[in-house]
């Protein structure tokens, strides 16, 4: 029994040196969060100044803390997405990354956005590409489940 209870209180008295060790090594430094939180402020703003569509897409895939009042006035990344997207409807590449920032899933919580002029676009330009087609049926299996895939095939032959 005493080397139970000595194992036990050897341990516990470990345990208990090591629990600040621990804690200190798992906080995250402010400092740090703020740099980085400035770093995406910093990329956003320079993508999106582009006068390339392509380069501007990509800001749209910038991550931003919208709780963070610094970035309340800064465009949201739909907003950046949908003005590369008008702003190249014949690109591929803005219409395929406009394309892929889409939700293709429906939720309770809230409005799904579902990409379809891009998805239009995309399939349109790249209507030979069986990669560009997993957006087309995503969006069309959302309207008729049941006949998504059939109609996209059918409208693919009626253009060839």
């Given at each position: 029994m005493r080397k139970h209870v000595l194992g036990s209180t050897l341990t516990l008295a470990l345990a208990a040196t090591a629990l600040p060790a621990v804690a200190t090594a798992t906080m995250v430094d402010e400092a740090d969060v703020a740099a980085y939180r400035q770093q995406q402020r910093d990329k956003l703003e320079i993508l999106r100044s582009d006068g390339s569509p392509r380069v501007q897409v990509l800001a749209g895939r910038i991550w931003l803390d919208n709780d963070n009042p610094a970035n309340?006035?800064?465009p949201k990344p739909q907003e950046i997405v949908a003005r590369a997207v008008r702003l190249a409807p014949d690109d591929a590449f803005v219409q395929w990354a406009a394309a892929d920032q889409g939700s293709y899933t429906s939720s309770p919580?809230?409005?799904t956005t579902w990409p379809e002029a891009e998805v239009a676009n995309l399939a349109r330009l790249e209507?030979?590409?069986a990669g560009a087609w997993q957006y087309a049926v995503a969006t069309l299996q959302r309207l008729e489940p049941a006949n998504?895939?059939?109609r996209l095939l059918?409208?693919?032959r009626a253009r060839h």
């Open positions: 309340r006035l800064l919580c809230g409005p209507a030979d590409n998504a895939a059939v059918a409208q693919s």
